[in-house]
């Protein structure tokens, strides 16, 4: 799994933020999931295979028909007026009110994160995130050199008490942010419960915190009553982040931030130095995309079937892993947490799960400090149900005998 080492004569050179940049794990098992002989649990991908191609091509003709020299020049930094108008659309699909002059298109919401980042982080200022938290966000934040606190989750979200006692504990410098994923979280699948969020702005209030609401999956909700977003109850303390990656396409690459005037106007400026614009061709595509029902209809269509492959999962689960083992239960999204006993390792036991031909995403990788190494990520949406049930025995054989191995060495013994 550990990349070639290869001497490097340009090391004296990087600069000391390159050297806080974390490769992402998930990433990294790209080469070998992408193989056509694993099951591979492991990247967040969503399944395009449930979109219709002739729909979509049709939509892209007709972009290009109408609107082909716009489609191929350079955009406005700030984004698609009509886009963002759309995007208001989609947000209230939410209950979230908005206007298109406090929204900014970026190149997916991580872009956004990467700006963020950027925007409000001096090396040594503290951020809050959840434990364990968005791999994708560490990424975006870490180069900036922050002092990251981590709050626990359980079933009902953030433990927002032990974040209040956090605040209590600090010093003169107050956090410059808590960075949280509400809805169906990833990596671990929970959602924040509406206690938790009213807490949570009663102590961006009183702690005058600012909010990083992040929220790709809110839509795709399989039951359940929804929760009202963060952003709808205090849009002064937040800073909401959406995309299109797991609604439409990760390949279109839309996403967007939605936040005070003062701060999209700041973030713009970052973006202009990032690329320029973001691509006016799929701008364009997603306008015309989400113009039309037919976005809602196959939203529900996917919908149906991640909720199929997520049941499949679960049961496979209660069938396949061993006792020791526990897991959540997402009302949506695209993940399932597993915890193991506290002596497993799940990187190490990667190798093994690849011998089988199967890979998962190890907890370490959702820890800023690599902990949570007897914790996995699953994701449900992307293989088939049959590939769902085969991988899950193929996991739970290959837990148990680690189990056994563990046990069989009286290592659980002093």
Not at 32 to 37: K, L, N, P
Request: aromatic share 8%; charged share 25%; proline share 7%.
């Amino acid at each position: 799994m550990s990349p070639e080492i290869i001497f490097d004569p340009y090391t004296k050179l990087y600069s000391e933020a390159s050297t806080l940049v974390r490769s992402s794990d998930i990433r990294d098992l790209l080469s070998i999931t992408g193989r056509s002989d694993i099951i591979s649990f492991g990247g967040g991908l969503p399944y395009i295979g449930g979109l219709p191609p002739e729909e979509f091509s049709r939509v892209m003709n007709d972009v290009l028909r109408e609107g082909f020299t716009e489609a191929f020049q350079y955009g406005e930094t700030g984004g698609l007026e009509m886009l963002k108008s759309r995007l208001v659309e989609v947000m209230a699909e939410e209950g979230l009110s908005a206007e298109p002059e406090h929204i900014l298109i970026t190149t997916g919401s991580q872009q956004a994160l990467d700006l963020i980042g950027r925007l409000f982080i001096d090396p040594g200022d503290t951020i809050v995130m959840e434990a364990p938290t968005y791999v994708g966000a560490l990424a975006a934040f870490c180069p900036n050199g922050p002092r990251i606190t981590t709050i626990p989750l359980d079933d009902m979200g953030m433990r927002v008490e032990l974040l209040e006692e956090e605040l209590q504990r600090a010093d003169a410098s107050a956090p410059k942010f808590v960075y949280v994923v509400p809805n169906f979280q990833t990596p671990a699948g929970v959602t924040m419960q509406k206690s938790r969020r009213d807490k949570l702005i009663e102590l961006a209030e009183k702690h005058d915190l600012l909010i990083i609401e992040d929220n790709p999956y809110g839509l795709l909700r399989f039951e359940g009553k929804p929760e009202k977003t963060l952003a709808s109850r205090a849009p002064h303390r937040v800073v909401y982040l959406g995309t299109l990656s797991k609604t439409v396409s990760p390949g279109i690459r839309v996403g967007w931030v939605m936040a005070p005037a003062p701060v999209v106007e700041k973030l713009a400026v970052l973006k202009q130095s990032a690329d320029l614009c973001s691509s006016s061709l799929n701008q364009m595509f997603a306008e015309a995309y989400l113009s039309q029902d037919i976005w809602k209809k196959n939203l529900e269509n996917q919908k149906n079937i991640y909720r199929s492959r997520r049941d499949t999962m679960l049961k496979s689960l209660e069938k396949h892993f061993p006792k020791e083992a526990r897991w959540t239960h997402p009302q949506g999204g695209l993940f399932i947490w597993v915890t193991l006993p506290e002596y497993l390792d799940t990187s190490k036991m990667l190798p093994l799960a690849i011998e089988q031909k199967l890979a998962y995403v190890p907890g370490t990788a959702f820890y800023p400090d690599y902990s949570g190494a007897n914790h996995m990520r699953l994701n449900f949406s992307f293989p088939p149900e049959e590939q769902i049930v085969q991988g899950i025995k193929r996991l739970g054989k290959v837990i148990r005998k680690e189990i056994e191995l563990y046990h069989s060495l009286g290592l659980d013994h002093p």
